[in-house]
C-alpha cells in the first residue's frame, strides 16, 4: 500500500462540526462536511478519540474501545461516516490510545476490587518511583482499598496498560480486528513509544522518561500488533506519535523491513521556543535550530518515512507561533503550509490550518478546559510566578489554543449553540467560507497547490 503520497487531515471531533446544536461536534457533523474535505483533495482523516470517555483528556481518556460516546452520535453514525467516506475515496484512521485506559474502563474497575487478573494489566506498586506526570505531579497514584499506588504518565485518570502481560496484548489487538472489520483504513498510535515498561527505578537524573521512552521490548510489541492484526490486510496505514524520540528510533519503526509502522511524528521541530527544553515558558522560536532540525530528520530518514506536521490537537497554532498573524496572515499560511508540503514525508493538515486558524489569546482561567493547561496553571501559581506571566504562557502554549471551535463563516458556524470552548472572534474574517469564495487566499486548497 502507497503512503507515501497521501494526505491525511487530523479531525478534533468536539470542535469540527456540532450537527444536533448541544455545543459539542459530533460524527454526523463530520459526515456533514466531508465534500469539503474532498475539495481539500486529502486522502484520509484521523479522527482523534470518540470513544465511550469520561473526557477527562477529551477521549485520550478511554472507557470502552467498542462503543462510540455518546456526545458523539452512534455506531449508526459512525457506519453512515464510513460509508459516506468510502464514497468519496477518503480513509478513516482511528486514533488508538494504548498507552493507558480511563480509570472508569472495566478492566480498571475490577482490578480497584482485587482482581488480581485486571490488577495484571495495570502497574500497581506498593512504593511509587519518583517519576513524574506529563501532566505534572507524581506518576503515581494512592488507592487507599489497595494500599498500593498505581502508574499514570498523564492525568491520574489514565492508567497505564502493562504491555508485559500477553492477555493486555490480546486484548488490543482484538480491539484492531474489530475496527479494521467495520471498514477502518487506518490508526495513529497515541504515545505509542512509551508502552516498554519493565524497570521502576527512582530517577536521580529526571523525572523517569529515560525508564520508559522507546524501552527495552517496543519493537517486539509493534512487530506483534503488526503481524497479529494490520498486516493481514494489505490496505491499512499506520503512524505511531513518538515522545521524546530519536531518530535512530524512528528509523527502526518505520524501516519497513522491521514491518513495525509505515511512519512516526517526533516533537523536536516543536520545541524550539522552550526554554531549556520546559514547554510552561516562553521564548521567541530559534530559527536556526528549526532548520537545523528539519535538516537532520529529512536527511536523517533513510530507513522509514517521516509523518510531517505543523499543527496538531497538542500544539499551539503554528500561525501565530512561526508566522506573523497581524501583517501577513495569509503570506504566513502559505510559507509554513509551503515549507511543510514540500519536504519528504507524509503531510499532515489539522483542522483550520488550512485557513490559517490562529492562537485564542485566552485572559480568563475559567475560558481554560484543557487539564494540562489547568494542571499547570495551579502549578505555576504554586511556584509563585504572577497572574499576567502564566497567561501570557498559557496564550503561547496551551492546547486548547488548537481546540477553539472549527471557523465555517462569519458568524462561526460551528453550533446554534454555546460551544464547548469559545469560539475564536477572528472568524469574522478567517473562516471557510471566506477562503472558498476567494481562492487566492487558500493556504491549503490542495488540488490548486
Ligand atoms: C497524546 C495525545 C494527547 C493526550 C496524550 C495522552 O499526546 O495526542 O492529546 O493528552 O497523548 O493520551
Ligand atoms: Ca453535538
Known amino acids: 500500500m502507497n503512503f507515501k503520497d497521501k494526505i491525511v487531515y487530523e479531525i478534533y471531533p468536539k470542535s469540527f462540526k456540532d450537527s444536533n446544536n448541544d455545543g459539542i461536534g459530533d460524527l454526523k457533523g463530520i459526515t456533514s462536511k466531508l465534500d469539503y474535505l474532498k475539495l481539500l483533495g486529502i486522502n484520509y482523516i484521523w479522527i482523534t478519540p470518540f470513544f465511550v470517555s469520561p473526557q477527562n483528556d477529551n477521549g485520550y481518556d478511554v472507557a470502552d474501545y467498542y462503543h462510540i460516546d455518546p456526545i458523539y452520535g452512534t455506531m449508526d453514525d459512525l457506519d453512515e461516516l464510513i460509508k459516506e467516506s468510502d464514497n468519496r475515496n477518503i480513509g478513516l484512521m482511528f486514533d488508538m490510545v494504548f498507552n493507558h485506559t480511563s480509570t472508569s474502563h472495566s478492566w480498571f474497575q475490577r482490578a480497584l476490587?482485587?482482581?488480581?487478573?485486571?490488577k495484571d494489566y495495570y502497574f500497581f506498586r506498593k512504593e511509587p518511583t519518583n517519576w513524574q506526570s506529563k501532566f505534572g505531579g507524581s506518576a503515581w497514584e494512592y488507592v487507599e482499598e489497595l494500599n498500593e499506588y498505581y502508574l499514570h504518565l498523564f492525568d491520574k485518570t489514565q492508567a497505564d496498560l502493562n504491555w508485559e502481560n500477553p492477555n493486555v496484548r490480546a486484548e488490543l489487538i482484538k480491539i484492531l480486528n474489530f475496527w479494521i472489520d467495520k471498514g477502518i483504513k487506518g490508526f495513529r498510535f497515541d504515545v505509542i513509544n512509551l508502552i516498554s515498561k519493565d524497570a521502576f527505578e527512582d530517577d536521580d537524573i529526571g523525572v523517569g522518561k529515560r525508564f520508559y521512552t522507546d524501552g527495552r521490548k517496543i519493537n517486539q510489541y509493534l512487530r506483534g500488533i503488526n503481524q497479529q492484526s494490520f498486516e493481514k490486510y494489505d490496505d491499512i496505514i499506520t503512524v505511531g506519535e513518538m515522545s521524546s524520540t530519536t531518530i535512530e528510533n524512528c528509523n527502526i519503526y518505520t524501516n519497513p523491513d522491521n514491518h513495525e509502522l509505515n511512519m512516526t511524528f517526533n516533537f523536536h521541530h516543536l520545541k524550539v521556543d522552550y526554554q531549556n527544553k520546559e514547554k510552561w515558558t516562553t521564548m521567541p522560536f530559534d530559527f536556526r535550530e528549526l532548520k537545523d532540525i528539519f535538516n537532520k530528520w529529512q536527511l536523517g530518514m533513510n530507513?522509514?518515512?517521516?509523518a510531517l506536521f505543523w499543527n496538531c490537537h497538542d500544539q499551539p497554532r503554528s500561525i501565530s507561533r512561526f508566522g506573523n498573524v497581524t501583517k501577513y496572515h495569509d503570506e504566513s499560511a502559505k510559507m509554513l503550509a509551503t515549507a511543510m508540503h514540500m519536504q519528504r514525508g507524509t503531510p499532515y493538515i489539522y483542522q483550520g490550518e488550512e485557513i490559517g486558524m490562529t492562537n485564542n489569546?485566552?485572559?480568563?482561567?475559567?475560558?481554560?478546559?484543557d487539564v494540562e493547561s489547568i494542571n499547570y496553571y495551579h502549578i505555576l501559581k504554586n511556584q509563585g510566578m504572577s497572574e499576567n506571566k502564566i497567561h501570557e504562557i498559557l496564550q503561547a502554549k496551551s492546547r486548547d489554543n488548537a481546540r477553539s471551535?472549527?471557523?465555517?463563516n462569519k458568524n462561526g458556524g460551528f453550533s446554534d449553540n454555546t460551544p464547548w470552548i469559545q469560539m475564536n472572534s477572528n472568524c469574522k474574517n478567517i473562516n471557510v467560507?471566506?477562503?472558498?469564495?476567494?481562492?487566492?487566499?487558500?493556504?491549503?486548497?490542495?488540488?490548486n497547490l
Open 113 to 118: 476490587k482485587g482482581e488480581q487478573k485486571y
Open 303 to 306: 530507513d522509514g518515512w517521516n
Open 361 to 369: 489569546y485566552f485572559t480568563d482561567i475559567k475560558q481554560y478546559r
Open 405 to 408: 471551535p472549527m471557523q465555517w
Open 433 to 447: 467560507e471566506n477562503n472558498l469564495n476567494n481562492p487566492t487566499l487558500s493556504s491549503i486548497i490542495i488540488k
